[in-house]
């Protein structure tokens, strides 16, 4: 029997009151959206499931599931199209091989630790099952999309503590409006250029063709060492050396972290164009100083929520840019990915209880302002939502 938690928190979260980076004066280029949240693409919603605390065993718990449902309520029946590109494969995303077959995700977007992938995978299949009816055969015919990164630094990621409960309460707990980050569902474990991170997610509004567009963001980042750390291209690593995470226990430090990147947009875009999106990820990445190291898994999602009939029987239309009106839309990708992630990074709280006695300390918020100033980066802090 699996023994019970001492403390257990495991609900949809509201936003953290916890600073965003544009409110300590990091520089960003481009406009963001009202929420500067993948929220702010119409009908995407978010939710989180997160768990706290420690075993009946006295094992450390911090743990569990993001849900992203491209079209909220309607996403069990609504596809969307989209597509998907590893950087770097150390790592896993499911359902992958259908979306590159079909060009659509279906189902909503769960991201938790490595080992919870099946039972978070199976809960959101039965989800499915319960929601409404069944495809033409008669049965719900479901490969969802789960993807991981490892927490096994900070959580007792053998012990199994996600549970399929956790992951409807993700789904189900979905919203609109603001998203929490930092040390919240998937990203309540992880750890990025060692100091604690987890969920950040950022938007960009584009103006294509003479017509407005919104693409927004969501990261659950666990990758890279300190010393390649940028922000805003500063080098923030080379300066802020204390409590590195990996690099004081290693004689050789690699990079064996992970990032999960979700990519939506209103723009409509067919698969292969969501595609050439989804590898603009990468380039964001880059701008943190990550260089998508051999043990790191690197798996990015990218979807459109316009052409809702496109999967309705019958000759169908589909309504796209064309390719060369796109470049607007790479650039919001590159921006929104570097701000997520440094969100992720501002937004995440200090975890001193880990597994065995590890911790992972947050990125002080004084010395990071105090390295913009030095390099003439720091910009007068704009509201955030």
């Known amino acids: 029997m699996k023994p019970c938690l001492t403390l257990l928190l495991a609900l949809s979260l509201p936003l953290s009151a916890a600073e965003r980076a544009r409110d300590l004066g990091v520089p960003f280029d481009g406009a963001p959206g009202p929420l500067n949240a993948i929220t702010d693409v119409a009908g995407v919603t978010v939710g989180h499931s997160t768990l706290h605390g420690r075993s009946g065993a006295g094992k450390a718990i911090h743990t569990g599931v993001t849900a992203v449902l491209p079209r909220g309520a309607d996403t069990a029946d609504t596809p969307v199209f989209g597509a998907w590109f590893a950087q770097n494969g150390n790592g896993e995303m499911t359902g992958t091989a259908w979306i590159e077959e079909s060009g659509q995700v279906e189902g909503p977007i769960l991201l938790t630790n490595t080992h919870s992938v099946g039972v978070v995978r199976d809960a959101t299949i039965a989800w499915r099952v319960a929601r409404g009816g069944a495809d033409d055969t008669g049965y719900w015919w479901s490969l969802p ?14 012990g199994f503590h996600v549970t399929p409960e956790h992951a409807v ?3 189900e707990g979905a919203r609109s409006g603001p998203v929490a980050e930092g040390n919240v569902g998937g990203g309540s474990g992880m750890v990025c250029h060692e100091f604690k991170c987890g969920i950040g997610t950022a938007s960009r509004r584009i103006r294509v063709d003479g017509a ?18 940028l922000v805003a291209g500063v080098p923030v690593g080379r300066h802020l050396r204390a409590d590195r995470v990996y690099s004081e226990s290693m004689e050789t430090p690699a990079d064996t972290g992970s990032i999960i990147i ?42 459109s ?8 029987g019958g000759l169908r239309q589909a309504g796209f840019l064309a390719n060369d009106a796109l470049d ?36 002080e918020h004084a010395a ?15 509201k955030t939502p």
């Open 368 to 382: 990071l302002v105090d390295l913009l100033k030095q390099y003439r980066r720091y910009r007068k802090p704009t």
């Open 212 to 229: 407005d567009y919104t693409l927004g963001v969501l990261v659950q980042a666990n990758y890279g060492l300190r010393d390649s750390l």
């Open 169 to 171: 309460q993700a789904i």
């Open 328 to 363: 607007p839309l790479f650039e919001a990708t590159v921006q929104a990915c570097e701000e997520a992630i440094v969100n992720s990074l501002v937004a995440a709280e200090d975890v001193m209880d880990g597994v065995d006695g590890r911790y992972a300390k947050a990125i």
């Open 262 to 303: 979700v990519v939506a947009t209103d723009a409509p875009l067919l698969p292969h164009q969501l595609k050439r999106i989804a590898k603009r990820a990468t380039m964001g990445l880059a701008r943190m100083g990550s260089y998508a190291g051999n043990g790191s898994g690197d798996i990015f999602i990218a979807f």
């Open 305 to 312: 929520t316009a052409n809702t009939g496109a999967r309705q």
């Open 145 to 158: 999309v789960v993807a991981e990164t490892w927490d096994g630094h900070l959580n007792d990621i053998n």
